[in-house]
């Protein structure tokens, strides 16, 4: 079968991302992380005997690049292998849209553009005529709704009739531009890329075409004759800037052009009227605080009712299983290692997700945006820019997609500040552990207040130290904020689904498999060794009676696990955290922390239970086992320390830089020790 | 006089970008472009962050970017 490999390209929040989870019958291969489309994502499904193949690339403004991502579609487009562009249009914003159409016209490949949103902008009584468009432009057009899902088909039908017939955009700028495309053309020798798209970019002074063609021969001589055109152009427009005369060029074709085929739509009223509320000067930030608490306080009381069945749940099964095994090894494992810490694990799913959907929610209906601008004032107070919160709050959804995210920060220096603060907003892989400690420790009426106190906490410590950062570390001029705020729109269902749906997969199958093989390491290194424990018991337990034959046996796992290999662990570093209060259990438990942030409760969960899933028996036991101090110690530690390997090696492959690689592994975990043994000693001060 | 001087409800037409690239680019790529009409929708209480309308498109910028963007403002 004949594959179609297509290009998908757009400014920023078209609809790309809907687009492609509306159409019907495709594999979908989402990177890792789905939420912003940083990574590349690809699609393919079949229509009418060929293979489509799309690959979605960063939502780009212009192909004068300013973000990191930007640069990616720009050197994709420019060098990658592709049949076809499909170029996703904003209906609403049809002038700020065609303006990068046109860059991407001026590539000469076949191209395709959909015209988006076009439930929204025909319900405002606006109408695009595709094919005047076509007449004008030669790109076939097809108006489309990836929200209500329609004109998709056609819209691959167009794809596969213009990859067949090859047909090219035909865009042409005024006269006195296209004579001087034509004197460039003619300097141009051999190159594989197009000539006109590399005389155009040269006229308008794009650096990566200049750097890609100055080192071919035939370049001396079309230098002289370059300058020359440029002077003309100059001359002619009265302006030495030529990126703004291209633009202009670009804008006025896109006014033209809009004009013939398109019928406006009415000025939508609505956002405005809600952004008189929800960015008003004074209320706007307090607006903003009460939306987050309120997603904390859902995500902490909503999700604790299905996580108290699911740990039921697991106890059953794990009992089951139990009494369907023989007895010996491979069922202790089982039984007393993997589904406990399993169990645990997918408990927090409930709470998790509610977390995602408060994010994700925020995101689709446009809110995230304002709360940049609402945050603005207060980031750039510590050195941050509105802008960082995204990445920021993503944080709190999960750090790898927050390191990520940082890709938006042009300015190196605010990137890296950002991403060193990343970690102390608290993951949801850090919210089991928070809950498990929250509820052992503190009274059910300020749960949730307490819940708050650490997001907030953690947030405002990575506020504190990104303003350190800044001032002694990268002093110098913060990044530009200029950023678009889209219109409000009700989310779409199915999307924000899917979206749980994947998160959702990911985390049982990280459950399945790597939670379920740590755990078991766990369980491994807290059960060995044991011969010499279970020689001597196994005599006094076969001749005691009743009673005292379970109290045996449990005298008995007691010693096994306080002469394990793990107890050995623990008790090496015991010193350093005993002025925390923290016992070996917890030391081990931080410890596999690094591995990921879930297997810190399932690594309790193994170690003071020794085989009950149920969350029950287990905030018994470490209310009984633990001190106050040592849960606060804990609480802080998990708030500030380093993230799980997942995220450090994320954070790596961002950071090319071998010092800041360092600085990274080792600050949070010196400053999440000293703020516990700050804290620490102040309870004790006090009580 | 530059945006950043409009108050909350004013517009203008835009006259120049005094931005440096790559900012001029992107502002110019957001639409704010030589002729176009801007409105100032709302700032934040201190003028530090503006939001402002071009060509029906809602922006959010910083004190400092908007002062780069040269207005005459409407009567
Ligand atoms: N009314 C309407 N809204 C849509 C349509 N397609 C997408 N949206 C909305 O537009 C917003 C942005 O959609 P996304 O799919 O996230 O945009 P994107 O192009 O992937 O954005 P980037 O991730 O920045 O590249 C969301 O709020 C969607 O609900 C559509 O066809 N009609």
Redesign the interface.
């Known amino acids: 079968m004949v594959e179609i490999k297509i290009a998908l390209v757009g400014q920023p929040n078209v609809g790309k991302s809907h687009l492609i989870n509306s159409i019907s019958g495709a594999t979908l291969h989402v990177g890792n992380f789905s939420g912003v489309t940083v990574e590349k994502k690809e699609v393919e499904f079949e229509r009418n005997g060929y293979k489509l193949k799309l690959i979605d690339l960063p939502g780009t403004y212009s192909l004068h690049p300013y973000t990191p991502e930007e640069k990616v579609t720009k050197e994709f487009l420019i060098n990658e292998e592709y049949d076809l562009i499909l170029n996703v249009v904003d209906s609403n914003q049809l002038e700020k849209n065609l303006i990068f159409s046109w860059q991407v016209a001026d590539l000469n490949k076949p191209m395709v553009i959909a015209f988006n949103m076009y439930d929204e902008y025909s319900r405002a009584g606006g109408e695009i005529d595709t094919d005047k468009f076509f007449k004008l432009t030669n790109i076939m057009a097809q108006n489309v709704s990836a929200k209500e899902n329609f004109g998709l088909e056609e819209l691959f039908e167009k794809v596969i009739k213009t990859y067949q017939q090859k047909n090219t955009p035909r865009i042409y700028y005024s006269e006195i531009i296209e004579e001087e495309i034509e004197n460039i053309k003619e300097k141009i020798k051999n190159c594989k890329f197009d000539k006109r798209f590399i005389s155009i970019r040269l006229l308008e002074d794009d650096e990566d075409i200049y750097k890609i063609v100055h080192e071919k021969p035939w370049f001396v001589e079309l230098l002289p004759a370059l300058n020359e055109s440029k002077k003309v152009i100059k001359n002619e427009y009265d302006n030495d800037d030529l990126k703004e005369i291209f633009f202009e060029e670009r804008l006025a074709l896109a006014k033209g052009i809009v004009s013939q085929i398109a019928k406006k739509a009415q000025k939508e009223k609505i956002s405005e009227k809600i952004d008189k509320i929800l960015i008003h000067p004074i209320l706007g930030l307090p607006i903003f605080l009460l939306v987050m608490w309120i997603v904390f306080q859902l995500t902490f009381s909503v999700g604790a009712l299905p996580a108290y069945y699911i740990g039921e749940g697991f106890s059953a099964f794990g009992n089951w299983i139990g009494n369907l095994m023989p007895n010996g090894l491979f069922k202790d494992a089982i039984v007393n290692g993997i589904i406990p810490a399993v169990g645990t694990v997918v408990m927090f799913l409930p709470n998790i997700l509610i977390l995602f959907l408060g994010i994700n929610l925020m995101e689709q209906t446009g809110y995230m945006a304002r709360a940049a601008y609402v945050m603005d004032g207060v980031l750039k107070r510590f050195g941050l820019q509105g802008r960082a919160f995204i990445p920021l709050i993503s944080g709190f959804g999960c750090s790898v997609p927050a390191y990520m995210a940082a890709r938006t920060l042009k300015n190196p220096k605010d990137r890296l500040i950002t991403m060193l603060v990343i970690g102390f907003m608290s993951c949801g892989a850090r919210l089991p552990i928070y809950v498990l400690l929250v509820s052992a420790f503190f009274a059910p009426s300020i749960q949730g207040d307490v819940m708050f106190a650490i997001y907030i906490g953690g947030a405002l410590t990575g506020l504190v130290v990104a303003k350190i950062l800044r001032s002694v570390l990268f002093k110098g001029e913060p990044e530009p904020f200029v950023m678009e705020l889209p219109k409000y729109r009700f989310p779409k269902i199915k999307s924000l689904l899917f979206d749980l749906w994947i998160k959702t997969k990911m985390y049982l199958k990280k459950a399945g498999t790597f939670i379920a093989l740590a755990s078991l390491t766990v369980w491994f290194l807290s059960s060995f060794p044991r011969a010499d424990i279970i020689k001597e018991y196994s005599y006094k337990i076969k001749h005691a009676q009743g009673i005292e034959k379970i109290e045996l046996k449990k005298e008995m796992n007691q010693k096994i696990l306080e002469n394990s290999y793990l107890a050995k662990i623990g008790k090496i570093i015991a010193p350093i955290t005993k002025p925390l209060d923290l016992g070996w259990r917890e030391d081990v438990a931080l410890l596999a922390g690094l591995a990921a942030k879930e297997t810190v409760v399932s690594t309790m969960a193994v170690l003071y239970n020794g085989g009950s899933s149920s969350n029950k028996t287990l905030i018994e036991k470490i209310r009984n086992a633990m001190p106050f101090t040592a849960a606060v110690a804990m609480i802080i530690i998990v708030m500030f320390y380093s993230p799980c390997v997942a995220a450090m090696s994320t954070f790596y492959a961002e950071v090319p830089e071998l010092a800041w690689r360092i600085f990274y592994t080792i600050y949070p975990n010196v400053f999440a020790y000293f703020a516990a043994l700050i804290a620490v000693s102040l309870i004790k001060i006090f009580s | 006089m530059r945006l950043n001087e409009l108050n909350m409800g004013e517009s203008g037409i835009i006259k120049k970008?005094h931005?440096k690239?790559?900012?001029?680019?992107?502002?110019?790529?957001?639409?704010f472009?030589?002729g176009e009409r801007v409105k100032v929708?709302?700032?934040?209480?201190?003028k530090?962050?503006f939001?402002v309308d071009v060509?029906?498109?809602?922006?959010?910028?910083?004190e400092?970017?908007a002062r780069e963007i040269e207005v005459e403002k409407d009567n």
Request: proline share 3%; net charge positive; charged share 25%.
């Open positions: 970008i931005a690239e790559p900012l001029k680019s992107k502002l110019l790529s957001m639409g472009a030589r929708l709302k700032h934040t209480l201190a530090n962050t939001d060509n029906g498109i809602n922006i959010a910028l910083r400092e970017e």
